[in-house]
């Protein structure tokens, strides 16, 4: 039997930070996403610990201020495009600098020195990501995903889709509809 799940990243990530956390029993305090503040200083054995029961999850603690920077605007770009309440009309660019108080030149910069690939690229990343969860958990088409998601037309996100996951919105639609109805067939 197969189960089609939907889930919110955020929740599920806090609750594995609060997990972890009290497993280890530190005292600490979520900020926002991807920051904690740790209440009392940890031994280096308790740090080690942290850190090897968060790399089980995917989670690694940044210990740059240049990564520290860069996972800031990753959050930033996560929330800006997930987050229901953010105005996507804002330019990218004004909403960086607003929201982590540098000149978007620098944000820019910095994050292709440590990522290897644009802001720009991450945006279309998170974009299309998202416009996957709502074809596969809504009932909204591709035009109310582009109005939604600020694109100019449909065929813009059609083709920003297209060169990002290789195949048009409409053929991961049937590809989806299709595997649903398999697991339909084989669960009956």
């Not at 790399?55 to 940044?62: K, P, S």
């Not at 930033?76 to 000149?103: C, P, Q, R, W």
């Not at 292709?112 to 074809?135: A, R």
């Amino acid at each position: 039997m197969k189960l089609f799940l939907k889930f919110d990243l955020n929740t599920v990530s806090k609750k594995v930070l609060e997990a972890k956390f009290k497993e280890l029993n530190l005292e600490y305090k979520i900020l926002g996403f991807g920051e904690v503040e740790l209440l009392k200083k940890i031994e280096p054995e308790e740090y080690l610990a942290l850190n090897e029961s968060l790399n089980d999850y995917g989670i690694e603690i940044v210990e740059s201020q240049k990564g520290i920077l860069v996972q800031k605007i990753k959050d930033a770009i996560i929330n800006m495009v997930f987050n229901e309440d953010t105005d996507l009309k804002v330019k990218s660019s004004v909403y960086l600098s607003e929201k982590l108080g540098h000149s978007y030149g620098y944000l820019s910069n910095l994050f292709s020195e440590i990522t290897y690939s644009s802001i720009e690229n991450f945006i279309i990343i998170q974009k299309i990501e998202y416009s996957k969860q709502l074809l596969l958990n809504t009932e909204l088409n591709l035009t109310e995903i582009a109005f939604k998601l600020n694109y100019s037309s449909v065929a813009h996100l059609s083709t920003q889709f297209k060169n990002t996951t290789g195949i048009t919105p409409s053929a991961f639609q049937r590809i989806i509809l299709k595997r649903r109805e398999i697991a339909q067939k084989k669960s009956n």
